[in-house]
C-alpha cells in the first residue's frame, strides 16, 4: 500500500525553480535597467509611460517562480493541483518571454536565431545540481546566484537587445524543463494515484478488516452476501436466484 502523503517541497532542487528564479532576478534588474516613464531620459531605454509594461513583465516572472513552489507544496494531497500550478508556471513565463521578444521587436531587431552562436553557446550551458546540506533557504539562493553567472557575459550586457534575448533563451529553456517536469507528474499520477485515490483505497482496507467473513452457502458452497428483508437481516447466496440457500444472520 502506498504511503498516504506523497514527499512534498522539494523545489529547491530543480533546475527549474533555480531557472525561474534567475529570471525573476533578471527580470527586475532589466526593467529597472531598460523601461522608463520618462521619454526624455537619456540612453537607449523602453518608452513605458504608465509603468504597465514594467508591472506585467515582473508579475509574470513572480507567478513563474510562486507557482513552482507551490505546486511543490501541494504535492502532498493533490497531484492534480501540483500539475495545474506547474502549468500556471509555464504560462506565466511563456507570457514573459512574449514581453521580451516584442521588446526586441519594438528596436528594429530581431531574436536570435537558435542557429546562431550566442543561442547554441547559452543553450549548451549546464546547470551545477543544488548542494543542500541543512540551510536550504540559504543554500538556495547562494546557488541560483552561482548559477547565474554562467549567463552573466550576455545579462550584465548594457545592449538591451543582448540582455533580452539572453532572457529569451533562459526562459525558453525554463519551458522545455517545465514541460518535461509535468509530464512526470501525470506519469507519477498514473502509478500511483493521488491522495483522493489512496485514502479511498486506505478506508476500503480498513473496512475490509472488520467486516465479518462471509459463511458459505449451505446449498452450493458459494460465499453469501449479506441481505435485507421484511423480515429483518439474513445470509442470501451470492449465487442467486440460481442457489436460493439462506442463512439467518
Known amino acids: 500500500m502506498p504511503e498516504l502523503f506523497d514527499r512534498h517541497g522539494g523545489f529547491r532542487k530543480l533546475h527549474t525553480f533555480t531557472l525561474a528564479t534567475i529570471v525573476q532576478l533578471e527580470t527586475l534588474r532589466f526593467c529597472r535597467r531598460f523601461l522608463t516613464q520618462n521619454p526624455h531620459e537619456a540612453g537607449a531605454k523602453f518608452y513605458d509611460p504608465k509603468g504597465r509594461q514594467y508591472d506585467q513583465m515582473t508579475q509574470a516572472a513572480r507567478s513563474g517562480r510562486q507557482n513552482i513552489i507551490e505546486g511543490s507544496e501541494r504535492s502532498a494531497t493533490s497531484k492534480d ?46 546547470l551545477d545540481d543544488a548542494p543542500f546540506k541543512d540551510d536550504m533557504v540559504h543554500e538556495s539562493a547562494r546557488h541560483a546566484l552561482e548559477q547565474r553567472k554562467k549567463y552573466a557575459r550576455w545579462l550584465d550586457s548594457d545592449d538591451a537587445v543582448v ?65 435485507k428483508s421484511a423480515k429483518g437481516t439474513f445470509w442470501g447466496c451470492s449465487a442467486y436466484p440460481d442457489c436460493k440457500g439462506t442463512k439467518p444472520a
Open 163 to 227: 540582455a533580452a534575448n539572453a532572457m529569451l533563451i533562459i526562459i525558453g529553456r525554463a519551458l522545455n524543463m517545465l514541460k518535461s517536469q509535468i509530464e512526470a507528474q501525470g506519469k507519477a499520477f498514473e502509478k500511483t494515484g493521488g491522495f483522493s485515490e489512496r485514502l479511498t483505497a486506505r478506508r476500503i482496507e480498513e473496512r475490509e478488516k472488520t467486516r465479518e467473513p462471509s459463511p458459505g452457502c449451505p446449498l452450493c458452497g458459494k460465499p453469501m452476501h449479506r441481505r
Open 81 to 126: 493541483t501540483e500539475m495545474k500550478l506547474t502549468d500556471v508556471a509555464r504560462a506565466s513565463l511563456s507570457e514573459l518571454r512574449g514581453d521580451y521578444e516584442i521588446f526586441i521587436l519594438d528596436r528594429g531587431q530581431f531574436p536570435w536565431s537558435v542557429h546562431s552562436l550566442e543561442a547554441k553557446t547559452i543553450n549548451a550551458i549546464s
